[in-house]
């Protein structure tokens, strides 16, 4: 595989509502980013993929755009997104964009069009269908509860909506709406971007009468003509969202030999809590099995082999903080965090940290519905309070899935809204800010911050980190997670112990160094250990 900029990247995803604000309407924006690119460039990361920053409406904070070509006014104007990648690419930092493209907001120019007539030139590019005895055309649901059926009274049909109804899904059959997205794809390179995160991409080709939504039959004919159309032979980075990708399809999306993506993100690991089955989704909750996530990520970590790469990742703007979820936000708050930043950044792919979790920031956990600002928690709890679920169970579910917690303003200091703004954050800042925060972060050579920027250094000075194969050490305790990496003759062991409680294990090799630990120690683990709480190293064997 002929070797890329981005296998040795490590990408920072930024939520700029929730990130910097510097005008005080409590709301972050891209001036708030720039002022930060230093300490981004401090921790040494090499791309930022920005959550949306295009004109939008915010009924899903920015997921549903008006105009792709111009800025949420919140967040600034196209001169300051034009100075933040400017900014950014003289640190060496790219912008990789997010690109949101299996649905429009309602208020996009095309969907007021379609909406107009039958006849209108823009009626194509959404699904529109007659409805069935007076009801929907079909069974689609929506991801965020009820009917993906919306209807229209003007033009007496249905319009498809995956997400909220204020964001209806284009038709991607139709070739102007293709070409449409690749000359906006091009806008957006030709203003010196690195590359695009790919919402729910595995969406974009669907036969709505047949409920076929994910992976549909032109799904990558659709990719590898996009490819043709804009980034490809451009060195650029694509990502793509796919949460029905299986290794198979992963390579389909990845396998350079293909044109389509440098990678996509699956989510197996991430309905490792749920309960599966008819009716059931991520707000029904089961304990986490270590020996299930050992079993998956490992899966993963072998079967692409050379023919496709992987992107790690615990969090993003759409799941709980991975300290309160599997780790222990309390007593082991810190060793937690920093067990699951080694147990991830020594895998081989690309790893994305996201805004906090190089704090360790946590889950906001809330009292009342009435806190919540999420379109998805919002609609499920109305939709299975009215179906008998109780309070007490739906605030128990969205304290632990829901997408607030990941959302909740960035804790730069111990000033007023942990220095987020001036104002009224738009979203409940964490109180723990007071302890949790950036600045005592900096100052802390053991803080959690410190152990994600040895890590990245460790990933930039060795290869054995990007190119080593992996190998996981099936003989372990259950709760002890343990693997290899090898490239030629150099082997590392990474151990961690993924529980509160010592757990006794005598290594199978003899310790030469040790590379990174979230204890301190002065000695070489070697033989016989008691491993502390999520106590986590990595030695060389
Ligand atoms: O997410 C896709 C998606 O399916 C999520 O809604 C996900 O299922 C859910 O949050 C997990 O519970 C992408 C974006 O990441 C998300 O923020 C958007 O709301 C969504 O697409 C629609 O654009």
Request: hydrophobic share 35%; no cysteine.
């Amino acid at each position: 595989m002929k070797k890329k900029w981005w296998q040795n990247a490590v990408v920072y995803q930024i939520y700029p509502r929730s990130f910097q604000d510097s005008d005080g309407d409590g709301i972050g924006d891209l001036k708030g980013i720039i002022q930060r690119l230093d300490y981004l460039e401090e921790l040494g990361i090499d791309a930022i993929w920005l959550s949306p920053v295009y004109k939008s409406p915010n009924d899903d904070n920015g997921y549903d755009i008006s105009d792709y070509e111009d800025i949420m006014a919140e967040f600034g104007t196209m001169a300051d997104m034009e100075r933040l990648i400017e900014e950014g690419n003289k640190r060496n930092i790219k912008m990789i964009m997010d690109l949101v493209v299996n649905h429009t907001s309602d208020e996009h120019a095309w969907f007021v069009e379609s909406k107009k007539s039958k006849e209108n030139e823009y009626r194509d590019y959404y699904v529109w269908r007659d409805g069935k005895g007076g009801e929907v055309p079909n069974g689609l649901r929506s991801t965020f509860s009820g009917s993906a059926w919306e209807f229209d009274e003007e033009t007496g049909q249905y319009f498809l909506h995956l997400f909220s109804k204020r964001q209806p899904d284009l038709n991607w059959e139709n070739e102007k709406v293709r070409q449409a997205v690749y000359k906006m794809m091009n806008f957006w390179i030709g203003k010196g971007v690195g590359g695009f995160r790919m919402d729910v991409i595995d969406l974009i080709s669907k036969v709505p009468d047949q409920e076929i939504t994910g992976n549909g039959p032109k799904l990558h004919e659709y990719l590898q003509e996009m490819n043709q159309a804009t980034f490809g032979g451009k060195d650029l980075m694509t990502v793509g969202e796919t949460w029905g990708a299986t290794p198979e399809i992963a390579k389909l999306y990845s396998n350079p030999e293909r044109h389509e993506l440098s990678m996509v993100f699956q989510f197996e690991h991430v309905g490792l809590d749920q309960e599966h089955g008819e009716g059931k989704d991520k707000w029904d909750l089961k304990p986490l099995n270590v020996a299930e996530l050992k079993k998956v990520l490992s899966k993963w970590q072998v079967s692409l082999g050379n023919e496709g790469w992987n992107s790690l990742f615990w969090n993003n703007h759409d799941l709980p903080r991975i300290v309160s979820r599997w780790g222990n936000d309390t007593v082991y708050r810190e060793q937690s965090a920093k067990m699951f930043a080694i147990l991830l950044h020594m895998m081989k792919g690309t790893p994305y940290i996201y805004q906090g979790e190089e704090i360790g920031m946590t889950n906001y956990p809330i009292k009342d519905i009435s806190e919540a600002e999420d379109i998805e928690t919002i609609n499920m709890y109305n939709e299975r309070l009215a179906l008998g679920f109780s309070n007490e169970e739906l605030i128990e579910s969205i304290n632990a899935k829901g997408r607030d917690n990941a959302r909740t303003p960035i804790q730069w200091d111990n000033s007023a809204n942990g220095g987020f703004t001036t104002g009224t954050p738009w979203l409940h800042v964490n109180p723990n800010y007071t302890e949790i925060n950036v600045e005592n972060n900096l100052k802390d050579p053991r803080s959690v911050f410190y152990t994600y920027k040895k890590l990245i250094e460790l990933r930039k000075k060795n290869d054995l980190v990007v190119w080593g194969e992996y190998e996981l050490l099936e003989d372990t305790p259950e709760e002890i997670f343990a693997y290899k990496r090898t490239l030629d003759d150099e082997t590392w062991l990474v151990v961690a112990n993924f529980s509160e409680t010592p757990t006794q294990w005598t290594l199978p090799a003899e310790g030469k160094e040790l590379i990174i630990s979230n204890y301190d120690r002065s000695d070489v683990p070697t033989g016989e250990q008691i491993l502390k709480p999520y106590e986590a190293f990595v030695i060389r064997i």
